[in-house]
T-cell receptor, first 112, second 109 residues
Framework: DAMVIQNPRYQVTQFGKPVTLSCSQT?????MYWYQQKSSQAPKLLFH???????NEADTPDNFQSRRPNTSFCFLDIRSPGLGDAAMYLC???????????FGPGTRLLVL | GQNIDQPTEMTATEGAIVQINCTYQ??????LFWYQQHAGEAPTFLSY????GLEEKGRFSSFLSRSKGYSYLLLKELQMKDSASYLC??????????FGGGTRLMVKP
């Protein structure tokens, strides 16, 4: 059974049109992470939540926002997608900051 | 700054052994992870080292030397399904993961 679920698996949006990606987990983990992975590159951490405590990486563009309404769900909002935002977006969870991160299947975003 | 280096590509033969190296320079060290990532899929956890030495898990083993800033992932009895990218990731002093660029392994018959 899937434990970290991301919807949709593929998302097409238009340049400048806001888009939301979602992640849910059945693990009851405290920490949820969002990574951006461009083709043939390493995953890059955008931000993470420890419970409701939001932590933004210093170089994450303001165009990217996140919401975590409850333990199970976390959303990635891209306010005005540019062509350079086309990537795989990976959600991961862990019980704590010192624990192993488990990844969802990712959402591949295409910006036209 | 964070710097994690691993070879971009490697090729090996089915049934053989391959070693994928990773060197790192990070602000603090709280453990090193290896993940496997098939094309278009999410990374899956393989191994974790926080102390020096070898961790063995079936066909996969991972080694760490903190003084040298060095790790390797050893894959034995290679199978075609092992063709994937292998990501080295270091947890830094802030407990966040920084990933290397990944090593794409191609297993040939």
């Amino acid at each position: 059974d899937a434990m970290v679920i991301q919807n949709p698996r593929y998302q097409v949006t238009q340049f400048g049109k806001p888009v939301t990606l979602s992640c849910s987990q059945t693990l009851n983990h405290n920490v949820m992470y969002w990574y951006q992975q461009k083709s043939s590159q390493a995953p890059k951490l955008l931000f993470h939540y420890y419970d409701k405590d939001f932590n933004n990486e210093a170089d994450t563009p303001d165009n990217f926002q996140s919401r975590r309404p409850n333990t199970s769900f976390c959303f990635l909002d891209i306010r005005s997608p540019g062509l350079g935002d086309a990537a795989m977006y990976l959600c991961a969870t862990s019980t704590g900051l010192l624990e192993t991160q488990y990844f969802g299947p990712g959402t591949r975003l295409l910006v036209l | 700054g964070q710097n994690i280096d691993q070879p971009t590509e490697m090729t090996a033969t089915e049934g053989a052994i391959v070693q994928i190296n990773c060197t790192y320079q990070t602000s603090g060290f709280n453990g090193l992870f290896w993940y496997q990532q098939h094309a278009g899929e999410a990374p899956t956890f393989l191994s974790y080292n926080v102390l020096d030495g070898l961790e063995e898990k079936g066909r996969f083993s991972s080694f760490l030397s903190r003084s040298k800033g060095y790790s390797y992932l050893l894959l034995k009895e290679l199978q075609m399904k092992d063709s994937a990218s292998y990501l080295c990731a270091v947890r830094d002093a802030g407990n966040m993961l920084t990933f290397g660029g990944g090593t794409r392994l191609m297993v040939k018959p």
